[in-house]
């Protein structure tokens, strides 16, 4: 589990650093216009390694604690001793790669700024789900477990048509392509996986 706790506390760390260093918060932010303007492509990156404020980095955190846990144990079986090296380039693919829907959307707006791991921890999340798939997620007030599957439908329908309301400042977008980027890149590397989601999730019952 080394791997997992690694990346809670470089981003922690960066994260806390950005917070104390105003110059580099905003050079570290995902900025599209900046990235088109000024071919500033490391904020792709770089906006994934620092949060708002105490309870975006802590919620962020906690969900990478949890199922960052289960795919490094995966990949590692599936893996092997390279698991470790393929879980931190996934973390940062989806990362980068869940921000590229924002850019195209946003690179003509000057003043729009993104930032945080979600779409990177979405990945993780997602690839948790395709693993195990009836494992029971717990969310906070809700007095019983969700099946992971049935999580994931609802987070993804809420976050695209959150990504189309755009009402709460919050970048749904890297949420829902960060969620779709985990679920393909674990078929990638696990074809098995798809099958035994398909097969769990038949022989699923409430009761």
Known sequence: MQ?????????VITSFYAWNKPNVFQKWLLNPYLINKRREYHRFLTSGLIHSNYGHLFLNMLALFFFGRNVEMVFGYILGPSGKIILIIFFL?????SDIPTYLKYKNLPHYNSLGASGGVS?????????????KIYILFIPFGIPGFIIGILYLAYSYYQSK????GINHDAHFYGA???VVFTIIISPGSLA??????ANFSLL
Do not use: R, W
């Open 3 to 11: 791997i997992t706790y690694f990346l809670i506390a470089i981003i």
């Open 93 to 97: 693919l989806g990362i980068v790669v």
């Open 123 to 135: 990945a993780l999340v997602f690839s948790s789900i395709m693993f195990f798939p009836l494992q």
């Open 165 to 168: 309301n755009m009402s709460d």
């Open 180 to 182: 779709i980027f985990g």
């Open 196 to 201: 035994n989601f398909i097969k769990e999730i």
